[in-house]
């Protein structure tokens, strides 16, 4: 029975200690450091009590980090010393913080380099294809070894001592891994070559991987990118395409997932590999989907989950530097996330981790943005300085992420929208606009002003208009993403009483403000086809017979997706939704939105509305689409439509 409990060292000159009342009532009157045959006292300072514990602070001398020491209690009770939270002191970070950008495994001058951050550890050992070598300890608590030669694919892993116990761990800047993250392994991809994407109006397309096609792989997905070409978005947002921890890549039929449950960031999931057993084929699957892409004038924004991992206790970085890389609460792992933990990125190792890895993705594949998942959960310099160093390398590149402010650990200011001065270049998922436009999120029966709500039309103009930003360009306009109910599924539940037809010209109308709205547009993979997803709110592991975008159901609804075309055809050719001049008028819940020469009138009444204008106008799209240039001063919107309209010289 383990009667002392523990002995942490919390600062350079702190240690807790913590003795279980069954142990002589958790009373003590002297404490002592060990390692090897040098002693020293440690004095108390305080002592506080808890149920089952009694607490002791003690002074200690400083310590040699990575050294082996033990605490002796009472009656020569004897444990081994853990290092805790003294790797949480600005001390610490400023001592060990290493600035170099060669972490991992690297080929230098022909010969393959491993290095490992683990300053709190006595001895790193690296076992690759099963013969041990111990690695070197050098400056900053980094640990190297050398081999002659290039060893791509050989697999590897670390044996890490540090606080008298060895954890094995796989390299936190491993590039390809054995499936399901068995091991690490050697690959040194090579770059991708940059193929400049012709720069549109940004409309953002939200898809899974494993959804867009039937295989679900990056190499089955390279190959059907002309329907989103056809479409005409700017950029695909994938969801998570690191490696993530909740499906099996030997049996991935067994189970689905969306993926925020990351292991190995800077490893591409094997599941969506064209060969599972290859390390390699993902890196090259995903180099060519992005070439591709780009071949085709899309872009690439990765969905990137910086806020919590699959699992602390399997994690890699827990294992190389415990206690370092995750937020605590009294002790307790943060769980703000509703994850399980937080990734605690204010330590200066873990914001440098986050900084190389989106880096990676840049240089080795070129990809062109990032949408981060619970953003506030990182810290405002983190993102500033991630901006500064991504638009070093790519200037226009594109950052934006879920701005909740949400309850977390976090020490300093959080990248949430309350913050959004503080940091700029970053755009915001925008609920405001999300809610008045179909009602919120959080009641499936509540309207917004595109499904019915229409005296919210003064709410709407301010959504439209970018309100909530001094730029525009930080709003990411959105009424359906991943999350929660699609908006066909929404529209069945608010509006029940509407036909099939009533509720397709709805979705028709909604996702026309979206795509016309100021700032960035975001639609979600089979939003233009009415996608319905059997009114499930959180379908992130329910199966692909739920998330694939199916023909069956493109076909149902192709009169939806050739409007849709349309939209984002004016939209690009217009040039609606930078920062322009706008002017808004509600006429009693109808939205007439004047952009420079251009009018947008917005009817989600259900009557016909008739309006005469002093000077003629052209007809460019309404409720089937694009139009023919008919010429006119009077015209009639009808119900549940967008019309667009322009301004006619006279002498025209």
């Known amino acids: 029975m383990r009667l002392l409990v523990n002995a942490f060292l919390d600062d350079y000159n702190q240690i807790t200690c913590t003795i279980g009342r069954d142990f002589n009532e958790g009373k003590a009157e002297r404490f002592t450091l060990l390692r090897g045959e040098d002693i020293w006292p440690l004095p108390i300072e305080s002592v506080r009590e808890s149920e089952h514990h009694v607490i002791y602070t003690l002074s200690c001398p400083d310590i040699e980090m990575g050294q082996s020491y033990q605490v002796m209690g009472p009656n020569g009770y004897t444990v081994e010393l853990v290092y805790r939270f003294i790797v949480k002191s600005e001390r610490f970070n400023n001592e060990y913080y290493y600035d170099g950008d060669d972490l991992g495994c690297r080929l230098e001058d022909g010969n393959t380099v491993f ?31 050398s081999f002659r030669g290039d060893l791509s694919g050989k697999n590897y892993h670390y044996l890490v001592c540090v606080s008298g116990e060895v954890l094995m761990a796989n390299d936190p800047y491993a590039r390809a891994s054995l499936p ?44 059907h990118l002309d329907y989103l070409k056809d479409l005409g978005v700017s950029h695909i947002q994938l969801l998570p395409v690191n490696d993530f921890g909740s499906v099996n890549e030997l049996h991935k039929e067994l189970s689905y997932n969306w993926g925020y449950d990351p292991v190995n960031y800077q490893v591409l999931e094997g599941s969506y590999s064209s060969d599972v057993s290859d390390p390699a084929a993902a890196v090259e699957d995903f180099t060519r989907l992005v070439r591709k892409a780009h071949e085709k004038g899309l ?81 405002v310099e983190t993102m500033k300085q991630l901006r500064e160093k991504l638009t070093e390398i790519k ?15 976090i020490r300093s200011k959080e990248a949430c929208m309350d913050n959004y001065r ?43 208009r970018g309100d909530r930003f001094e730029e525009r360009r930080r709003s990411v306009n959105y009424v359906e993403c991943h999350d929660n109910l699609t908006l066909y599924d929404k529209l069945v539940k608010c509006c029940p009483d509407d036909s099939e037809y009533e509720r397709t010209e709805r979705q028709k109308l909604i996702t026309t403000v979206v795509l016309l709205s100021q700032g960035i547009s975001l639609i979600h993979g089979g939003q233009e086809f009415c996608m319905s997803k059997n009114g499930l709110h ?47 008028i509600n006429d009693e819940g109808v939205i007439l939105y004047s952009v420079d020469d251009l009018l947008v009138i ?18 460019l799209l309404d409720r089937k689409g694009k139009c023919d240039p008919v010429v006119s001063a009077s015209w009639t919107v009808e119900p549940l439509s967008v019309m667009v309209l322009e301004s006619v010289q006279d002498d025209q």
């Open 422 to 464: 503080l940091f700029e270049g970053v755009g915001f998922f925008n609920d405001f606009y999300r809610d008045v436009l179909k009602g919120s999120t959080f009641d499936d029966e509540a309207r917004g002003y595109g499904s019915g709500e229409i005296q919210l039309a003064d709410q709407m103009i301010k959504a439209i």
């Open 180 to 223: 399901d993250s068995r091991e690490s392994v050697v690959i040194f991809p090579q770059a991708h070559n940059r193929i400049e994407a012709k720069r549109r109006e940004p409309v953002i397309y939200e898809v899974s991987v494993r959804d867009y096609t039937e295989e679900g792989t990056f190499a089955c997905f390279s190959e």
């Open 115 to 145: 290095r490992l951050w683990a300053p709190t550890s006595s001895e790193v050992t690296l076992v690759m294809e099963g013969q041990h070598h111990k690695m070197v300890r050098r400056d900053r608590g980094v640990y190297s070894q």
């Open 299 to 379: 872009k690439i924004n990765l969905d990137v989950v910086f806020n919590h991992v699959y699992a602390v206790s399997r994690s890699p970085f827990h294992r190389t530097v415990p206690y370092y890389w995750f937020r605590y609460q009294d002790a307790r792992l943060a769980a703000g996330t509703f994850c399980g933990n937080e990734v605690d990125t204010e330590m200066a190792m873990v914001r440098k981790y986050i900084i190389d890895t989106c880096l990676y993705y840049v240089r080795q594949f070129d990809v062109d943005g990032f949408r981060f998942d619970l953003m506030g959960f990182i810290d």
């Open 538 to 584: 959180n379908n992130y592991n329910t199966g692909d017979e739920i998330n694939k975008l199916t023909e069956e159901r493109k076909q149902k609804h192709q009169e939806v997706i050739d409007y849709v075309r349309d939209v984002i055809a004016l939209k690009n050719e217009k040039g609606i939704g930078e920062n322009r001049r706008v002017s808004f």
């Open 602 to 619: 917005i009817n989600p009444s259900a009557q016909s509305q008739l309006y005469t204008f002093a000077r003629r106008k052209r007809l």
């Open 395 to 409: 200037p226009g590149i594109m950052m934006y992420g879920e701005g909740w402010n949400m309850n977390t650990a």
